[in-house]
């Protein structure tokens, strides 16, 4: 429908009804769930200031706060929690079925209701059935059989029109769908064998949502960390899930960088990697002197997060490098947090967040300097180790396989070099120096990590493909997992190395390097650490007698693909931790999980283009099938609502009456509505009983949607 007939569409509502809000816009939450679309819709209804039920909640329990801390004591200056934070907006930890936007929406009178619908029903002739845009109208159930919307859906041929009313509450075990189906075929002047029956459900597994209404912040400190679903569907006639037989989907919210996620271990490393590589980019376009490094972010400050004292940790690792045998507990790959005993998620990224992943004295290193709060902080507490390195009292311990120029350097100061307090000022003098070698370090180190735990769930070749951006459009995951299984069972052991092949990519991280551990004779000098030259930050000049240690330089062109592939992969970590630690299931269980999540996250068309976009709305949600098996202890619970929906087959379009028409019945745990709307209903509190964990004592609300659609071309009252 083009501008203007929708203006001359909603032009006599706005004329004879000013106080009333008209307007265009997607299906809110309790229209959705009768007409299972969320598409464009004109609605009417009245507009308040967020119900003062909310602030009541609140006032409360802000009430018994302060009671208490009068005993008590402020244990903290600041409550950080999204509970103050969000102050009288907060929405409850219940889940609900309307979003705090909708709780502004009033209903207004049958009457005038029918009378808005009529005036709509005037101006059908001018729109096409592909052009009719649905009116819904939210009314007040306080008449007679309790309406609580009115559409009207008219185009120039036909007269279409709905209502949704309540229908009080009952068990789920007192509901006799044949019944309804009866009366349904009954209104229609049909059999009950001419009726199609289709039922869904949705389960709440954990959490909820805080839907589009709250700051980064306010999400990332929320009491919960996202939300996890089921929702089913089957053709019958019984509100108990045939939980062999029924679609299943897994739809699910997180909240990347969520303060209580056992992710933000790597997170906060692709967090400071995203800051370092804008530094980087803004010194090669205005050179170094051009950024303050006393306010240059590397960690972004969260209300709410830790914040660490990083010149304490340093001088710890530094004294626990010198006191402690480092090499001698060193696994193989150098890998700590996971072992032969992993056998979740939850426990992997539980030890790299204690314990870390490596015992490389880089990766050590990288895990402290990312938390610095400044350039600066970072560049003086690098220096600083240095330094103490280059006094040759320790020997720290570098993994085999960490080919950084960084740990080159620490090696070769470790044994001692005359020039090394020569290398240490200059490299003082120049942050993209001092920066590209820390951010490489922090690039491997994320890469390396991503790759090991992803590989638990037997997708390691795939992992791999995409740090060389190895063009996989032709092949599946599963294709993929198929020809390695296939080589194995072939005979002979097919022995897989997540890194082989990044020596040889065109912009490789990983250089190929001489033997770390033989002291090389040549001098350090200015230019011998990794630069950015070739960008015009470091002059060319050099000693010619002099040899440099490290002949290439860092490039940094890559890192920006590559941060876009840590942010995509990490979503999917996130999904996978929560779905491994919802459903309760193990590797098996999660490998086809992984794999859909793979393929939707890390491909062309990924909602995921940078790790910048998490920073301004942090919230990512997935909706894909899953195997019944996974979830069936699940579904043999109650669920969170039951919606039913009834239709002519094809074959009883010439029969019966001559129209369209749907009957959907919602049988729900909580109001579909917002209060605004359902406090009208006030039902007894004999019919409400709180929700248990007995069945039989759980009572559902019951509301009903009929629609009628005439094929006419005259225009009748509504």
């Known amino acids: 429908m083009d501008n203007k007939t929708l203006d001359n569409l909603i032009k006599p509502l706005l004329e004879k009804y000013p106080k009333y809000y008209v307007e265009k816009q997607k299906s809110p939450t309790y229209v959705e769930m009768y007409a299972k679309s969320n598409r464009d819709i004109l609605l009417v209804c009245n507009k308040t200031k967020p119900s003062s039920y909310v602030t009541e909640t609140i006032g409360k329990d802000n009430r018994n706060e302060a009671e208490e801390l009068e005993l008590t004591g402020s244990p903290l200056k600041l409550d950080l929690s999204l509970h103050t934070i969000l102050d009288d907006t907060m929405i409850t930890d219940e889940p609900q079925l309307w979003t705090k936007e909708e709780a502004t929406h009033v209903p207004i009178s049958l009457d005038t209701a029918r009378e808005i619908a009529?005036?709509?029903?005037?101006?059908?002739?001018?729109?096409?059935?592909?052009?009719?845009?649905?009116?819904?109208?939210?009314?007040?159930?306080?008449?007679?059989?309790?309406?609580?919307?009115?559409?009207?859906?008219?185009?120039?041929?036909?007269?279409?029109?709905?209502?949704?009313?309540?229908?009080?509450?009952?068990?789920?075990?007192?509901?006799?769908?044949d019944l309804l189906v009866e009366d349904y075929a009954k209104q229609e002047g049909l059999t009950a064998d001419l009726i199609s029956t289709v039922v869904d459900c949705k389960y709440l597994i954990s959490g909820i949502s805080?839907?589009?209404?709250?700051?980064?912040?306010?999400?990332?400190?929320?009491p919960h960390g996202g939300v996890t679903e089921l929702r089913c569907e089957w053709t019958g006639k019984t509100l108990h899930t045939p939980f062999i037989s029924c679609k299943v989907n897994f739809e699910q919210e997180v909240i990347v960088g969520h303060l209580a996620s056992p992710c933000n271990a790597i997170w906060r490393s692709v967090c400071a990697l995203h800051n370092m590589n804008q530094l980087l980019v803004d010194m090669t376009a205005a050179g170094f002197a051009s950024v303050n490094l006393e306010t240059a972010v590397i960690r972004n400050n969260i209300p709410g997060s830790k914040r660490p004292n990083n010149s304490k940790r340093v001088n710890e690792l530094l004294n626990e490098t010198e006191t402690y045998a480092y090499t001698a507990?060193?696994?193989?790959?150098?890998?700590?947090?996971?072992?032969?005993?992993?056998?979740?998620?939850?426990?992997?990224?539980?030890?790299?967040?204690?314990?870390?992943?490596?015992?490389?004295?880089?990766?050590?290193?990288?895990?402290?300097?990312k938390d610095c709060e400044t350039a600066e902080e970072l560049i003086t507490l690098l220096i600083q180790a240095l330094k103490f390195i280059s006094s040759g009292k320790i020997r720290p311990f570098i993994d085999v396989n960490n080919k950084t120029y960084l740990s080159k350097v620490v090696l070769n100061l470790s044994l001692?070099?005359?020039?090394?307090?020569?290398?240490?000022?200059?490299?003082?003098?120049?942050?993209?120096?001092?920066?590209?070698?820390?951010?490489?370090?922090?690039?491997?180190?994320?890469?390396?990590?991503?790759?090991?735990?992803?590989?638990?769930?037997?997708?390691?070749?795939?992992?791999?493909?995409?740090?060389?951006?190895?063009?996989?459009?032709?092949?599946?995951?599963?294709?993929?997992?198929?020809?390695?299984?296939?080589?194995?069972?072939?005979?002979?052991?097919?022995?897989?190395?997540?890194?082989?092949?990044?020596?040889?990519?065109?912009?490789?991280?990983?250089?190929?390097?001489?033997?770390?551990?033989?002291?090389d004779p040549n001098e350090l000098t200015v230019d011998d650490f990794a630069s950015l030259k070739q960008h015009g930050l470091v002059s060319e000049k050099k000693d010619v007698n002099e040899e440099p240690l490290i002949s290439d330089e860092i490039d940094i062109s890559p890192w920006k693909s590559l941060l876009m592939k840590f942010a995509q992969v990490h979503v999917c970590l996130e999904h996978l931790h929560r779905a491994e630690t919802c459903l309760r299931v193990d590797f098996a269980s999660l490998k086809p999980i992984g794999t859909r999540l793979l393929e939707h996250y890390v491909s062309e068309k990924s909602p995921v283009r940078t790790v910048g976009q998490f920073m301004s709305d942090p919230v990512m949600k997935i909706c894909m099938p899953i195997a019944n098996n996974i979830v069936q202890d699940h579904l043999r619970k109650p669920a969170f609502w039951y919606r039913v929906e009834m239709t002519r087959k094809p074959n009883a379009a010439k029969k019966g009456i001559q129209r369209d028409s749907k009957m959907v019945y919602v049988f729900s745990q909580q109001s579909v509505f917002p209060p605004t709307v359902w406090q009208n209903i006030e039902p007894s509190t004999e019919e409400v009983v709180e929700v248990t964990t007995l069945g039989e004592d759980l009572k559902y609300h019951v509301t009903k949607y009929v629609f009628l659609s005439n094929k006419l071309v005259n225009k009748l009252p509504f």
């Not at 120039?156 to 229908?167: E, I, K, N, P, W």
């Open 416 to 519: 001692g070099h005359s020039q090394t307090s020569k290398v240490l000022k200059n490299l003082r003098a120049s942050p993209p120096q001092a920066l590209s070698l820390v951010a490489q370090v922090g690039v491997e180190k994320t890469m390396w990590e991503y790759t090991r735990v992803i590989t638990l769930l037997g997708h390691s070749f795939f992992i791999t493909g995409i740090w060389n951006s190895e063009a996989r459009t032709h092949e599946s995951i599963e294709q993929i997992n198929q020809t390695i299984q296939d080589m194995t069972m072939s005979g002979g052991d097919f022995q897989l190395n997540p890194f082989e092949s990044l020596t040889s990519a065109e912009h490789s991280i990983r250089l190929d390097s001489d033997s770390f551990y033989v002291e």
């Open 118 to 177: 009529n005036l709509y029903n005037k101006n059908r002739d001018q729109v096409t059935e592909e052009d009719a845009i649905p009116l819904w109208i939210l009314t007040n159930p306080l008449v007679d059989n309790k309406p609580l919307m009115l559409t009207v859906q008219s185009d120039s041929t036909h007269l279409a029109r709905g209502l949704v009313t309540y229908d009080g509450s009952m068990n789920q075990d007192d509901v006799d769908l």
């Open 210 to 222: 805080y839907g589009n209404s709250h700051n980064t912040d306010e999400l990332v400190n929320a």
């Open 329 to 369: 507990e060193r696994p193989a790959g150098g890998c700590i947090f996971v072992t032969e005993d992993t056998t979740t998620l939850g426990q992997c990224l539980k030890d790299m967040n204690t314990i870390g992943s490596s015992n490389d004295f880089t990766y050590k290193l990288w895990d402290i300097l």
